[in-house]
Nanobody
């Protein structure tokens, strides 16, 4: 049973920072792609960033490049999303996903999803 547990969502003011965490079981974490997505009310879920835990390579959506950083802690089976200079447009529920087949930023290419954590920027 694959389990992804997100945490770290909160309400912050514009310009602030948050760090989201996604903890996976060891079997899921090793040599896999872990992606972060977000979904704002009334909008489609969109890819934010992804990291390939085997080699640490990363991908980012253009909208967050330079502001968000995805990273990993292999000892904790955890992937982080550091979000700096947050904007009201970043307000959304953020989801962690894994089990990728295909391109990283397509929702349908991931098999497993976490429950989401809410980020609100005002």
């Amino acid at each position: 049973h694959v389990q992804l547990v997100e945490s770290g969502g909160d309400s912050v003011q514009a310009g602030g920072s948050l760090r989201l965490s996604c903890e996976a079981d060891r079997y899921t974490y090793v040599s896999n792609c872990m992606g972060w997505f977000r979904q704002a009310p009334g909008k489609e879920r969109e890819g934010v960033a992804a990291i390939y835990t085997g080699d640490g390579s990363t991908d980012y959506a253009d909208s967050v490049k330079g502001r968000f950083t995805i990273s990993q802690d292999n000892a904790k089976n955890t992937v982080y999303l550091q979000m700096n200079n947050l904007k009201p447009d970043d307000t959304a529920a953020y989801y962690c996903a894994t089990g990728l087949r295909g391109t990283w930023n397509r929702v349908g290419n991931y098999k497993y999803w976490g429950q989401g954590t809410q980020v609100t920027v005002s």
